[in-house]
Structures are given as C-alpha cells and as structure tokens.
C-alpha cells in the first residue's frame, strides 16, 4: 500500500471519527451515525454544506470499506496456523490444554 493511499485512510478515519482500530460494525455504525446528522434532507439551514459534509463522509467510508474488503482472512486451518492466529474454538482451545484431565474433560472430544 502507498503513502497516499495510508493518507487517504487516515483522512477517512478522522472524518468518520473512528479510533485507531475499528470493526468493519464500528465503521458501518460510524456512517449511519453521521448520515443521519448530516444529511442534506434531515439538515436545517445550510443544505449546500450539508451535501458537501455527506459527500466527505460517503467518500471516507467508500475508502474504509475498500480497504476492509482488500484484507483476505485465512480460511484453511494450516494458513490461520503460520499467520499466528488460533484455528480453534474456546471449547477446543481448553480441551487441547487440559482435555486430559479427568476434572475438566466431562466430554469425549471431537473427531476432525
């Protein structure tokens, strides 16, 4: 990704006034949030600066959004392992640890 587009991103956040790391839900909610306070038919006064501001805050969240759809999640569990992330579930993630213990393991564990 280049400088100019990292900017773009930067300048999409701060319109959408996101923190540093948000969900794809928190950006969509972020929109919602702002299209309806800024919206040209909702706004009284200024509809000229209403459409520029809407305009601004549809554009930030074009680049969010492709930017969010760019980013590939591992689907094959062998990918999510060498990419650092952990392919399982919180029930098999503590069966895996201590399913062997008669305390803790009240089921038989799942064939794969």
């Not at 492709?66 to 591992?74: D, K, L, T």
């Amino acid at each position: 990704m280049t400088a100019d587009e990292w900017q773009a991103i930067e300048r999409a956040r701060e319109v959408l006034q996101l923190p540093e790391r948000a969900s794809l839900t928190e950006i969509k909610r972020s929109y919602r949030r702002l299209s309806k306070l800024h919206h040209p038919d909702t706004v009284a006064g200024d509809p000229e600066g209403a459409s520029e501001q809407m305009y601004q805050i549809t554009a930030a969240y074009e680049v969010l959004i492709r930017y969010c759809g760019e980013y590939r999640f591992p689907l094959k569990r062998e990918e999510a392992e060498n990419a650092g992330l952990d392919p399982y579930d919180p029930e098999d993630w503590w069966r895996a640890r201590f399913g062997q213990d008669p305390l803790w393991n009240s089921r038989k564990p799942r064939r794969r």
